[in-house]
Each structure stands twice: as structure tokens, then as C-alpha cells.
């Protein structure tokens, strides 16, 4: 599909993953498409339950790849269940975190970042494109007034949003990554970024990078992994509209309501 | 499926392969299954154009594992042709090569060979299981007689037999693998078979089998894939339908009469 | 140290890790012994503070080898602190993971679970040495009050307790695994347990696990990595304690106060 | 030798491949020469019996390398024999089949096509250097009709000549490799070539090529490994003939008459 | 430390090397400086005996990298013995080996050559840096000569100096390499040095380069590995020292006067 | 040839090894043997001089297996040599390093040891067979004295014999190990030895097992390693002689008296 490779080029994928059509007759015409984060189970019935033609997930279906899709685990469900419905699948994925309009740029437009560069340039893209961003807030504010902010941009999850560092200090110079972001603490050090906002932390890394902070920073806030990445599916969708709208396809563009942070809900001192 | 687990048990198979279902619901009623060596998009479609619900394949659909089922290539335009018509996919391979009735042993009991043994025998199964027979002849024949034998037990395929040795040598012991079978050379010269019958024998193994021969023998016979798996499917066919009935399914059996043998003619002096 | 071996030996550590002494001169009199979860700058100069002579760490301060001490980084600042105040430090991870009155074992008691196994056993220690436990509740709860057991069991850390499954679920069998667990889920599945308690899940394994689960089991609870093994100091405290009285030594044992947790504040809906 | 390099330079030869002197005493005049495809015993002992100083191979005697040349093998065999009757072997393997004038050129010259172009060129050499050559015949013909040509081209082997394809199908554009091609498919495709000649063609390469094929093209053609690089023998004597008489050396250069094809009969439909 | 990495780039270590402080805390001040080959335990004690702050040697203390720097081995009593002296530790290992001024430098000189360029160039640094020297002596000398001259030239050691080749054989071209060299023998080849100064040359690589050589050159000089580094001290303290007074620090820079060969007596003919 | 193998067993060599026959025709008759530890150009022209048939040495020619024996390089030239000669060599490394007889064995008796184990006990021999050997000197000797013995035993050559450690030091305990023994330190000192006999040692494993050696001990004596190994061939040419004898075979056994040491002169202190 013509529209999704201008958007977010294949050439921006790491090496490592997989992206473009996973399921689908390329023939077929396309009226309906959804967005989602990931192709659950529950989100893929939802879809073809609402007469989709076409899902775009940021998440593959099958980044390991498989030597059977018999329908005897969940991923081969989700295939039978797309094929028996004649609904596609196609994935964008690192392309979609890397691109100019991706994952990344959506966060660091949603906290009102300046300025903004990548925190991992991409090889083989544009300078401005690649993993992650920083950039500078527009007014210095309190550790906790930034953390508030992140909060309150994010769709609900049970699992909130953890902060480690003092609700008091100053952060003016922000590092975004959609998503698991712990392999870039080098260059958020390198950018000497006040915070770091990504996913999936875990406690070594958390420890080691707070450990090796100067004064402090970078403090660190932990969002969800879907949440994150969720930020991006309006954006995404509304682009992919335009795309299609101007090469003359009328098509409805939407977006999964299913929520699949996999956590229900959370106890707190 | 039990009985097919009965028949080849998985853990025949060797640790490259990939055997069982690859596509298909298993909750999934089966009233027509059919047996073949090649799942090619001709076998798949008049498979499913006879209301099969079942194919049973010799070679995997999906022996390289794969992270799109797109049908944008021969292999995932397979899985929605299955998946659509409903028709279940299930591989038996070096499993099948390797079972007691399976495509060595079935190739054995149609040259008459007596006193058989594995070639590489199976380091899982019973001593009679394993990759390759090796067997007298009830009496010793010429090699061309030997051959004459061969070529008329096969089915026609354009590429014919062909053979390395003296016509008239004496042949008695003879060693056979259905498939692809130059890594088992070693093997061949310890038995100290007279012949080797096995597929897709190129220029170098060939050559380098026919200079370190000791007095002009192993003589080698080499026939078409296709053809030395082919034999299997009725016996396979067979077998299958005997343990469905046993547990009380009345099941309809058959064998692909699709010809998948690359070759479509030959020119010889 | 006789005792230390005695009580977590080293023969338990799982192949990638370095437990044992990793600073101090073995000839040197103890007195005073603290135990605790991280050796940060801020424990090790907390207990150096307090006239430490041996500091007792779970986690490794050098698990990747390094090929410099010198104090430009907090790993060899940590080594000038203990050398220059004569305080040794010493490890006892995977080993203290495994054994029995190990970090998986307080983890079971904790809980009341009874009739517990390990759920990797240790290739070679005793068959109840191993990673992981699993065993019974005294009676079923559901999902939200066991929920609430472990909240309280655990020292108190800002990023508290998440829980995935439905709140009135059924638990009776309990897995637990100190410290993360993501390797573990092929185990928890075979075992059959209804919950799964460990940390450090992140998106894509959780995920994955919520999707393969059967009738929405197992629940899984994700703690704070620090919390889960924090529980295990007071009892090797007493343990270490004892064995040494009993070896006729008088010596103080402590555990640090310091919370390792990265965490400071949460945000939650 | 210095002719030798001037007419196929070691630097055009894979990077797996071994090419150069084997055997022989680089001071030693010669007076006769002789080519041949594989150094066999037979061809060996015919070309030492000829009163040959210098043999030429095509195939490498030693491409695995050896920590025994003992005369317990045919290997150490033909070394021994050589080194007793002082004739020199040396190799010139994949570049011969590169260089211009090389086994993949001396291919496409006698099925007549134009505008040629490597298959995979060098990364070394010359633009017009590399393995495989496509090109176009002077008119169209139909399947059976080129495969008549290709057969009455080749010196007579038992095997003789394979093809996949429509009897009636018009090729125009041929794609050729001299010994086994099957690495070089997706470079067919890319050259859009109508019909592809190469060698040792197995089961799985050639039934996923036609399976991957588009309106049925390319189609194949499977030669005998031996008869393909037989073909340039000729020519190749008689370039070093004319370079060696440019520098004065008045030399005999023959080639071997012995069929180093393994095939001895074939049984066909 | 700015004027060590002035005069010995870390950029000019190998890649498997480690250079750069290995023990100290970076703000302390620094009065007195020693220089040696081997951070044994005596070099140790001996300069925290002289009140020394910083040492720094030829050879890394922890090349392979540890787990732990205890005091249960002799690495880890150097560690403890360091720190608890308040006394540095840095290595100039091959970084020292390559640079101007380094130890190929230093020998070169010592030896008298002239037109001296790099056995195998830095391929980071200047064309005039890398591992090995090879330059021209003023005048031609017998082999026997020569290796008077470079055994005057090094300090004392047990073992003395071993020599290869004919001893009236005239050299003129000479290559060397400070500590062990083996790997540097296709550049001395091609070099087309006369002899090859170095040092832990073992039976194998000795007897192939004999067997090897042309004319029998290179002859080979090896000798002590400690002494053909020490050289380099004195040049080392003093362009140290020259250094830092131009920076204006007022430091003392001495040389270990340990002999850390390990050889005490030698018997021969 | 039956005698080789019953002496000194394949199945006793290290798995990188190669041993047994390099050239040669296994159906010539044998009428004098030449041992010698190296196969240099010198011996293999000195035995084909005084018309040996079969040269055994102790080094492989062909360790590093080749693609080409073409008498282009050392090696080439000695295969070349040895065939027009009609001679043949044969290999006997690592598996007369282990035997019974074997190298090591004939070390240990020189030096008067009793009670011998192996260092490193062969894997797939008999107890007594290994590499090295420890046993007890019949009476207490100083190191110097040990020394004089060992030097007085060896073959003279240039380089002599170095040791490390106090003159006066008292030796009971032995290990031993002909040829390079770097790699037995471990067993040297688990087998609590006073000192160690073996040859190539190196500044960095030498000092290393200094610092590591408890009151000085293992002292070390580094021999030359020709001259180690040539120690055991008179044994091995009787021994052979006596088994070829009760086998019936009448045959001349000598032992080349050239010295392949590398090192021709030495300057001392």
C-alpha cells in the first residue's frame, strides 16, 4: 500500500523487526481500516466485528517468526479469524517509532517540546528522523507539574505513571521514547536531558541509570507501554486519511477502543 | 490428530524440521482427507475444489519460518486458500521418513528387499526406525536388471533413473532413501550395500562417491524426489484410513493425482 | 566464610552469575554484619557509617566484569568506599534465590502456601532447591484479597502492587519467583497455578501471557523487584545469626534501612 | 604462472573458493598441458600417461583443505601420482567462471545471445565480469526448440538435457550459469529472463522457482554439471595457447577425452 | 589524566586492550609518580613503601576483567593494597606501544635506526604511530655484532638474549617489536628486515619463520620481554615530567628499580 | 601400520590434533625408519640422503590443514621431496605426548621420578596415560642441583635452561611436561608440585604463576622444546624396533641427529 510506505518508510525499521502486510489478499479493496497498538485477540474480533478490512497494529503479530499457523495458539487464531473475515493486517512498527509524524515526534509534540531531535538518528533517514526525541519545554517546571502533565496526556491505565527523583526538582530539557526506551540511556546522558520519559522499566536498569545520575538527573518517569504508544493511533489515522483522501479513496479511518495495557488495577500505599 | 501422532510420531522427525498442523482449526470436523507430496498452490486448489478438509503434505508448507502470511507470495496465497475453504494443512516428513511403514520402509518392501535396517537409525525411536533401509535382494541381479525394476515401480515422471556403474555388475545388497539422501554416504559404504537408490544427486557428492568407491561399488541409482515420496502416500493413505475406522470415524482417504515433479520433458541421446 | 556457604551454596548459582566475596581481605576480623538488598553508594556508605565490618548484598555489584576500579564511576567509587573503611562486601544472589530458607522460599511462607515446590529445581542441589516456588493457599481466595495479602506483605514502595485478572477470580495454587520472573511462564503454565506473584513484567511477556492463558489463568501480580527480595533479609539475618553462635562467634547482624526501590512517587487514576 | 593470472585472475574466485597451483614445482619447464573439468583418478593417471607437465582443472582437488596428502584416499592418490611423474595440477575454478572469455561467457557465445550481461557481477573485476551471464537470442523460440539447441551443444552425457516449462512457450531472453546456479534465482528474476540453464538443479530449489514463477517464466533447463563446464575447455586451451606463443613459449595444450559426467545410462518414459 | 592521554592516546590501544586508571579516585592530588613494566605485588609494595601516588605501568593489572577484586588473590591484594595506600593506578599499555616516543620508538633509537616507519600502522593515528619499528642501522654489522649491540643496550636479565642465523650474516635492515611480536612476522617479511628484534618468541613460530625465510633472513633476536619494555621508562618519566612542568604542576617522576623477569639463573652450554 | 597404533594410540590425541600418516603409499614395504621431533626441510632431506622410507615426527607438518601442496612454500617443497623420494611420514604428537612411553613418560623417568600420575589424565585412556606427569624425586634436592640435573639430561642447545626461584629452594614433588605446558598451571598447582619442568614460557603466564605460587612455589624451569621432546626418541625408536621385531619385520631404526632448535647462540650476564 502506497499511502503506508510514504508515511512511515519500511527503510526505518531496525534491523531486527519485521514490519509491512502480515495478513491479506493484496487485491482486495480496502473501505474500512482501524488502528490499534496490539493484534489481541480482543482487538482483532472487535475489528472484524465492526467490518474492518484493513487492521494497522503498531505491534507484529508474528516478530518470532512461525512455522505453522494452525490455529491451535492465539497468533494462529488471529490469523484464521483475520482470513475468515477477509480482514487485513499490516504492521508499522520501528518505521512508525522512527518517522517524521511517528511515535516519538507525537510525544514530544503532546508535552509541547522545542527544539526537538532524535535520540538515535536513523541510518537511513531523514536528520530528523529516528528512535526517541528530546527537546526543551517551553517554561521550566517542578519535577511533579512535568509528571502531572504526563499523566493527564496519556489515556487511563491501571498501572498510573512512576516518577524516580525529587518531586521539587527543575526540568526544562525533556527525552522521549515511545515504548521500552532503557537501551538509550547513553544518549539521554549525552543529550544531558533533565528527564527521561519511557516504558517498561525494569530495576536494574532503573538502579544503574540512577546510580549514574549527576546532581540527580535525568529524573525518570515510567509510563505504560500501550499508553505511549497509543498517543500515536489519532495522529496516525487522521494522516493516513488525508494520504488517501488526496490519491482520490474514500475510506473510513478509525481508531481501537480496546485497551490492551495487559494490568486491571493496582494497590498503592 | 491421534491417529496421524500413531502412525508418524513427531519425535521421529529430525531437529531441522518442522512436522504437525500448520494450518486449520482443530476443533474442526473432518470428513475428507487427502494425501500428497507437495503442497503447491495446484494441490492446495484441487484439494479444496474436491471439498477436502484435510491435506496431508509430505514437505512443509513453511519449513523456513516465516513473519507474514501475506498472500503476496506462493506460500501465504496457500494459507488464505486453506483458511477460506476451510481445508486443514498437516505435515509428516523426516517423521514419516523415518516410521516403521513410512517412505523408506515402504520403498524397501516394493524392491522386495529382505532383512532390512536403518541406514542412520533413529536416536529417539525403536531400532527399526530411522533415516534409510538397507536389505538383500531375494536373488542377485544385474545393475541394469536392478534398475529396469526401479524405473517400472515408480511412477512416470520426465526425468527417468538415472544410474552410475556397470551395466552388468552384480548387485545384492542394496541401500535406499527416499528424498535427498547424499549426506548419508558414510552409512551407504559401512553397510556395504551394492546400490544406492536416493534423489537429487548433484555433480560433486556423485562424483566423490564414485572415486572413492572400492572396486566400482556402491553403484548409485538416482531417481526423482517426487517420485520415491510418492509411493508412500498410498500405503500412508492406508494406514490412515485402518486407524480412523478403528476409532470409529468414517473418513474418506485419498491420494492427490497431481504430478509435482519440476521436470516436464527430457532429451536424451 | 564456612557459614555463608553453608547456608546459600555457591553450587546453586545460576551459570551467568558471580556470587562469593567481591571485596575485602579474608583475614580480617568481623563484627559487625549488614544485610541488604542493592549495594548502592547509599547503603554501602550508610553501613560504613555504622561501623560495618562485612556487608552482605543480594544483587552483585560487579555482575558484568569490569577491568577498572578506579573511582570515576560509582562502581569503583563503591570499591574505594569498603577498601578505604575496611568494610568487605559479599554476594549471595541465584544461590540465596534457590536455597532452601531462600528468597523464593520466604516469599512462600509469607504467603502460607503450603505443599510447595520449586519451579525450576536446581540441576545440582536437593530436589527442594530451585528457582521459583509453587504451592497451595490453606484455602481459596479470590483474586483482589490475595492481592491484598501480598500488598501487605511487602514493605512499602511507591510503585505498589499491579494485578492482572479479573478481581473476583479464584486462586488457590500460587506461584511465586523473587526478583523477574519473565523466564518462568512455561513453568507456571505446566504447574497449573492460578497466579503468578514476581516482578519486574514488562508489556510484551505479560502480554504474551495474557493471551495464552486458559480460562484467564494465570493471574499474574507484579511486584517491586526490591520489595520481593527485601523479605528475604530479616530471616537471613537470623539464619546467618545463629549459624555463627553456633560456630561461637559473637556477632552483630543487621539489615539496612535504606529503600533500593527507584521509585519515589506514583500517579494513578 | 603468469598467463594463467592474465587469463582468469585469482581475484575474480569466491571468497570460499581455492584457486592457483595444487601440486608441482614452480621451476619446472613445461612443454604439455592439458584441461580437464575434475581431476580424477582417471583423468590423472590418462594425462600422466600422455606425457602431460601441467594439468588444468576446472574443480579444485583440495577445496576442503587436508592435514594428510598419504595415498590411503584417491586424493592422496592423485597426489601422488602426479608428484611421481612430475606433472603440476592447478586450479581455475570460480574465476574461470567470471572472467571474460570463462565458462559463463563461452556459454551465452555458443547459444548465440547478445547484449550479455553478468547474472552476479564481480565486486573486483570488470563490469563485464561475474558468475552467470543473461542475454538475448537473435529471435524468438519456442521452449522445445531452444531446449533442442542447448541439447545438440553440449557433449553427449547419459543424463542428458531436463526442462520445466510449456513446450510452446516463446523465450527470448535466456539466463545461463556453467556448474550449479541454484544460489543465483533471484537474480534470474530480477533479469526478467525468459528461460534459465544451469545444473544440478534439486527438488525444493526447482519446484519453488516454478512455484515462484509468474505466467509460468522463467522456465529451466538442467544440464549435465560436467558437459556445462566441459564447453569451455576448448576455448580455454586456446587462449593459452595464443598468450603463451605471444610470449615464446612453444607449448602442446590438449584437452582430456575422458567424460568425468558420473551418469552412466538412464532409463526413461 | 590530560597529559597522559597527550603523550599516549587511548586511541592508539589495540582493540582488545585496556588502558587508562584502574585504581585511584580521580580528584585526589598527585606529588610523586613511578613508572614500571608489571604492577607485581613487589612493584606495588615498594612504591607504596616511597610514598608514591601514582603508578603507572606497561602491563594492565586486570586485562581480563573480574568479578571481584577480594583479597584472596594477588590481583585483589594489589587492589586492596593500592587504595588503602591512597596510590593510583594507570596502564600505557599498546596505546604506549604505538605512540612517538613509545616503546617501538624507544627501541628504534636505542638501536641507532634511521628511516624508521611502523611494522603495522595505526589505523587511527598518525602515519608515523603504530605497533613495531623497522628502520635502517648506519652502517651494515655482522649478525653477532649486532646482537652484542642489543645486548649492551638492555638491562640485565637471567635469560639473555637468544639469536637466530648465521652469526658473520650481514644486517643492515632491522625491524622491532617491544614485547611479544609473533604476530608481526608477514610484515617483517614483507618489510624485507634483515633481522626482527623481540621478545617471547616460542619453538613454533620461531622454526616456521626459520624454515620460511629466504636466504635466511630475517635472522631473530629474541629477547627479554620485561627488558625490551623498560627501556621505555626513563624516556617515559622524563617527557612526563616535561609535560607537567609546562602545565605547572611542581611532580616528582621516578622508574621502579623491580626487576620483574621472571627468570633468577640460567644454565648453558 | 599396526606397530604405530599399538604404541602410541589415535585415540590418545587432543581433539585439535592430527596424527598419523601425511604421505606416503600404504602398500610400500618398509625397511628403515628416522625419527625426529620436526619435519624441517633439513631432516626430511637428511633421512631421504641416507634412504630412509618412513621419517616419524613428532610435529604434524600439515597441522593447519592446506588447500594446495604445491612447492611454493616449505611445506609444499618437503610433501614434493618426500614423494619423489619414495618416503613417507607419518605423525606421532599429542597421542606420544599421553602414552604409556610416551614423551612425558620418558621426561619423568629421566629425572628419576616415582610414583608418576598424569597432570591431565586423558579422557579415553588408561589412568597412567595423560598429559604430563608428577611424581617424587627419591631424595630432597636444592632447586640448583635439580637444575644442573635437568640441564645435564637435555641435548645441548644454544638457548639452555632458565629457572625461576631461590637457588637453594628444596624440591621433592615434579611435574613435568614436554613441550609448550602454559596451559597445566591449574594442575601443577592442585597437584601441589615444588616445581615444574616445561618449555615456551612466556613474560605473562611465567609471572602470573609467580605471583600466584604460595612460598614461592611451584618453581619454574623452562627447557628448550626440542630438546624436551627429542629426549624420547631413542625410547621410541626401540621401542618400535622390539614391536616390529616380534612382528616379524626385520627393519633398520634410527634417530635424525639434526637439531631443529630455532636458536643458534646466546648472550648471557
Redesign the interface.
Known amino acids: 500500500m502506497v499511502a503506508v510506505e510514504e508515511l512511515w518508510p519500511a527503510s526505518l525499521a531496525e534491523s531486527w523487526d519485521?514490519v509491512?502486510?502480515?495478513?491479506?489478499?493484496?487485491e482486495r479493496k480496502v473501505k474500512r481500516i482501524m488502528f490499534a497498538v496490539?493484534p489481541?485477540?480482543e482487538v482483532v474480533a472487535d475489528a472484524v466485528a465492526r467490518g474492518t478490512d484493513l487492521l494497522i497494529t503498531h505491534?507484529?503479530l508474528?516478530?518470532r517468526?512461525?512455522?505453522?499457523?494452525?490455529?491451535?495458539?492465539?497468533k494462529g487464531e488471529a490469523?484464521?479469524l483475520l482470513?475468515?473475515s477477509g480482514c487485513?493486517l499490516l504492521t508499522a512498527h520501528t518505521n512508525a517509532d522512527s518517522a517524521i509524524g511517528g511515535v516519538s515526534d507525537v510525544l514530544a509534540d503532546i508535552f509541547g517540546l522545542t527544539d526537538t531531535q532524535p535520540l538515535a538518528p536513523s541510518k537511513d533517514g531523514l536528520p530528523e528522523e529516528g528512535i526517541g526525541r528530546v527537546g526543551m519545554l517551553p517554561e521550566p517546571l517542578q519535577l511533579?507539574e512535568f509528571?502531572?502533565r504526563v499523566?493527564s496526556a496519556m489515556p487511563?491505565?491501571?498501572?498510573?505513571?512512576?516518577?524516580?527523583?525529587?518531586?521539587a526538582g527543575i526540568v526544562r530539557k525533556v527525552a522521549v521514547c515511545g515504548?521500552?526506551g532503557d537501551s538509550l540511556f547513553d544518549a539521554v546522558r549525552a543529550a544531558e536531558a533533565d528527564v527521561y520519559v519511557t516504558?517498561?522499566?525494569?530495576?536494574?536498569p532503573?538502579?544503574e541509570?540512577?546510580?549514574?545520575a549527576l546532581n540527580g538527573k535525568p529524573y525518570?518517569i515510567?509510563v505504560?507501554?500501550?499508553a505511549s504508544e497509543w498517543l500515536w493511533l489519532p495522529t496516525a489515522a487522521e494522516s493516513l486519511k488525508n494520504v488517501l483522501q488526496d490519491l482520490g479513496h474514500e475510506v473510513e479511518v478509525g481508531v481501537s477502543a480496546i485497551n490492551?495495557?495487559?494490568?486491571?488495577?493496582?494497590?498503592?500505599?
Chains 1, 2, 3, 4, 5, 6 share one sequence.
Open positions: 519485521t509491512g502486510p502480515v495478513v491479506g489478499r493484496p496490539d489481541t485477540l505491534h507484529p508474528l516478530l517468526p512461525v512455522n505453522s499457523v494452525a490455529a491451535t495458539g492465539f490469523v484464521h482470513i475468515e487485513a511533579h509528571a502531572s499523566f487511563a491505565v491501571a498501572g498510573g505513571v512512576r516518577v524516580a527523583g525529587e518531586r515504548g521500552a516504558a517498561d522499566l525494569r530495576h536494574h532503573a538502579s541509570a540512577r546510580e549514574a525518570l515510567d505504560s507501554h500501550f490492551t495495557d495487559p494490568w486491571d488495577f493496582i494497590l498503592t500505599p
